[in-house]
């Protein structure tokens, strides 16, 4: 099939209904989301992937700001942001969030409502701090949405979460993007191991690790979580993967053993995050502004990981998994020579630059569903 057919293709095949449901809607957590809504969003971005191939440019929102404030660092995200803003004719500008008045105490709903007020959608990476990351994105929503309303501004102004304390929706999506590419025939039946791995670099989100459990167990395949005692997930977030699991014909298990989470695995995906307690202690100590406190706490996480460097990637666990020759996903950057020996990420340098490339089309398929009313026929009368 030619690259434009293919561009046909993808759009005819659409779910225009559920579609159409998302006008309007921003994804601060996938579980907020129906698998109908996750596929079609799913759908969307391969569609917008198959024009981006074919040559097909996609203006659909001229003139228009997106605007993106990283609390965090990135390198991915924040290009995936720029290069799916002008994908769409719209102007990129990401901020250091720390730059902001909220360093000064303005409220997340006030950001909101400033924001809201200057620019067409808004993304946000606020994920180090347990408890504070999706409330921020949720008041800032809550600002915008209160603010068009009072002044009668029609306009969609959509929030991007860029990943926070609980969930990286747009790693998660491009994650099953990949996925849906290498396994056309499903998930389902498939085992996917998210796993803990050792890292010295700093005591890492939980929310890839989150977002993998939760998104992944709605389509019925065999999710494994893998991590050393005390590095726990939240329970929210284990709770959906495990209702999600149920509903979907697939399962969910958490082990502390990291071969047997290898052994037979169709894809692996080992990951470093931080001690769950210490995480925790983050937060009294972040709202304190406590500097001190804090370092003091990242040293203690970096000395725990410590006690787990034989959590790696290599060959030995990789011969372990379905045929020896699991796909092997990594959200990156990853700590090499740590969470994955050199020789198992050189053989996946390009598999996990083509899954990081999925979430230019991620964040495009997010802003133009909720932007757009009519996306489909403004789409066709492109090709
Ligand atoms: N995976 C990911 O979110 O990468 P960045 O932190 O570089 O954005």
Same mark, same amino acid.
């Given at each position: 099939m030619s690259p434009l057919d293919n561009a046909r293709a993808r759009l005819a095949a659409l779910d225009q209904t559920t579609l159409a449901g &998302?006008?309007?809607? *921003?994804?601060? &957590?996938?579980?907020?989301? *129906?698998t109908d809504e996750v596929t079609t969003l799913a759908d969307l971005a391969a569609t917008f992937e198959a024009f981006d191939r074919a040559g097909v440019k996609t203006p659909l929102f001229p003139h228009e700001l997106n605007y993106a404030a990283f609390f965090d660092n990135s390198t991915r995200t924040k290009s995936s942001w720029a290069g799916a803003s002008a994908r769409l004719g719209a102007h990129p500008v990401i901020v250091d969030g720390s730059s902001t008045q909220v360093e000064h105490g303005e409220t997340a709903e006030e950001t909101g409502a400033m924001l809201g007020m200057n620019a067409h959608a808004l993304g946000v990476r606020h994920d180090l701090i347990l408890g504070a990351g999706n409330r921020f994105m949720r008041d800032s929503k809550k600002g915008i949405d209160d603010y068009l309303a009072a002044t009668g501004d029609e306009r969609s102004v959509p929030i991007v979460n860029l990943q926070c304390d609980i969930d990286h929706p747009t790693q998660a999506m491009a994650d099953l993007c990949w996925l849906r590419e290498r396994f056309p025939d499903g998930l389902a039946g498939r085992t996917i191991t998210m796993s803990w791995a050792y890292s010295p670099s700093y005591a890492k989100p939980l929310s890839v690790a989150q977002g993998i459990v939760t998104l992944m167990t709605r389509f019925g395949a065999h999710v494994r979580l893998a991590h050393p005692k005390g590095y726990e997930l939240l329970p929210e977030c284990l709770d959906a993967a495990d209702r999600h699991a149920a509903e979907s014909g697939g399962t969910f298990t958490v082990t502390d053993d990291m071969d047997a989470a290898f052994a037979g695995a169709d894809v692996v995906y080992p990951k470093s995050w931080g001690p769950h307690d210490l995480m925790l202690e983050r937060v009294a100590a972040n709202e304190r502004r406590d500097k001190a406190a804090l370092a003091d706490i990242e040293g203690r996480a970096l000395a725990r990981n410590r006690a787990f460097t034989d959590w790696i990637c290599d060959e030995r666990r990789m011969a372990l998994t379905r045929g020896g020759d699991a796909l092997y996903m990594h959200c990156l950057p990853a700590d090499i020579g740590d969470e994955v020996t050199p020789g198992v990420m050189a053989k996946a340098k390009v598999d996990v630059s083509r899954e990081a490339n999925k979430k230019v089309y991620v964040i495009m398929a997010l802003l133009a569903a909720a932007k757009a009313k009519d996306l489909p026929q403004r789409l066709a009368a492109l090709l």
């Open positions: &998302l006008y309007r809607k *921003s994804m601060l &957590l996938t579980r907020d989301w *129906s």
